[in-house]
């Protein structure tokens, strides 16, 4: 039996026990997050019901992944690249909508973020091109501007939609080409070319932002429609390619607003998301509520995606809270250090790019939840409630296991 056991949960054990501690917390806190949901479909166990699916589902895709030898990705990166260049065009003039911004496509009744494709597939592409282009004192300087040649279109189609995923992206390629040792003065270079786009993005952003015809965050409870994704799908009609700048300059603006106001002053519907994140995170305690006792879940609008880490918090206190960072921080040391076993760069290069892609994504989740960021929408990556999202990350963790089972390993080991 234990032998059958381990023929199908091959590759790195400590990587496998991240992955079910997260897949069980996600279920137990998204079934105590998702009240808005059952209340508004009537249906106690629908929303439960759709999310443990997705995670079996997803359970199935990395088993399936996994058993792909790592060296056979390079073959998908064609067929990824053209999937993800038509997709992320066709969701800004076709997409629908989730809170106001393109950014799924439905098919056959599925709805997918191209986003989520994207990345891995940036990731994969860059982990190929670092890999082939390696010299002995580092990678070749074309490397840097064939990576460039791909990212930045890329990052540009889904930053008009989505620019947190843009940026996370972005962030994630800079490390990977670091770790590649890319010539230090292309990185900085790109570094001061960041600097100068970042600031006139934010000028771009602060100028021509209204803060007119903005929902306030307590409007947004009332756009999560009664469908099992909880999100809003009414379909975007026009408002250009700078309708999103208003409701990225309102978040910074909040964000800024770092003045004490007396609990009575406090605009709660204006800093409905953030202010009832905090009341979450006050009110937990080191032990917490204990699961399925959380009070702000039924004023989160988002409370079992964006910010279900407060309410992790608010149910399991500190000790929940050191625990989900503890379980990101030991995917990531694992990662490297299957990383520097690996003898071939390629394998190497690919576990830290997934791996760091996870990590950062759920870093900036944690960091919003608690107020060390501006609310920016990415949810907890394996732990958030999600449909296609949470299959395309366990084929991440596929794809990381694969290369923990099939990489050619230094005799050291």
């Not at 999310?51 to 064609?78: E, Q, S, W």
């Not at 540009?156 to 770790?179: D, K, P, Q, R």
Request: one cysteine or more.
């Amino acid at each position: 039996m234990n032998k059958k056991i381990g023929n199908i949960f091959k590759g790195d054990k400590v990587i496998w026990m991240v992955f079910f501690f997260l897949c069980m917390i996600s279920i137990v806190e998204v079934f105590s997050a998702s009240s808005n949901l059952t209340y508004k479909s009537q249906n106690y166990m629908g929303p439960i019901a759709y999310h443990t699916a997705m995670i079996v589902i997803g359970a199935i895709v990395a088993v399936l992944t996994l058993n792909v030898p790592c060296r056979y990705f390079k073959l998908m990166t064609p067929f990824l690249l053209a999937v993800s260049a038509v997709t992320l065009l066709w969701v800004l003039v076709g997409g629908e909508s989730i809170n106001g911004a393109n950014r799924v496509i439905s098919i056959f009744g599925f709805t997918f973020q191209p986003s989520e494709i994207a990345k891995g597939t940036m990731v994969l592409i860059t982990a190929q091109i670092l890999s082939a282009m390696q010299r002995e004192s580092g990678a070749d300087r074309k490397a840097f501007k064939y990576i460039m040649f791909i990212l930045l279109p890329t990052t540009f189609l889904i930053g008009i939609e989505n620019l947190s995923t843009a940026a996370l992206l972005f962030a994630v390629v800079v490390l990977m080409m670091f770790i590649g040792r890319v010539p230090m003065s292309q990185m900085g270079k790109l570094v001061g070319s960041i600097a100068v786009l970042g600031i006139v993005g934010l000028v771009l952003i602060m100028t021509l932002g209204s803060m007119e015809d903005q929902p306030t965050d307590a409007t947004m409870t009332e756009t999560v429609s009664n469908n099992a994704d909880g999100v809003d799908k009414t379909s975007i009609k026009g408002g250009g390619i700078f309708h999103r700048f208003t409701t990225q300059r309102n978040r910074i603006l909040k964000f800024l607003d770092r003045r004490d106001v007396p609990p009575e002053e406090y605009d709660i519907e204006g800093n409905f998301q953030v202010g009832h994140a905090n009341m979450a995170i006050a009110s937990s305690g080191i032990i917490g509520k204990g699961p399925g006792n959380s009070i702000e879940r039924d004023y989160l609008p988002q409370a079992f995606s964006d910010f279900i880490y407060a309410i992790i918090i608010e149910e399991m206190g500190i000790f929940g809270a050191i625990a989900v960072v503890f379980l990101y921080i030991v995917l990531l040391y694992r990662a490297a250090r299957i990383a520097t076993l690996c003898e071939n760069n390629f394998p190497a290069f690919l576990i830290m790019g997934l791996s760091l892609l996870l990590v950062i994504q759920a870093t900036f989740n944690m960091m919003v939840a608690v107020g060390l960021a501006p609310v920016t929408g990415q949810p907890l990556p394996l732990i958030s409630k999600g449909g296609t999202s949470t299959i395309i990350n366990c084929a991440y963790i596929g794809a990381i296991l694969s290369v923990s089972r099939s990489a050619k390993m230094k005799t050291n080991k």
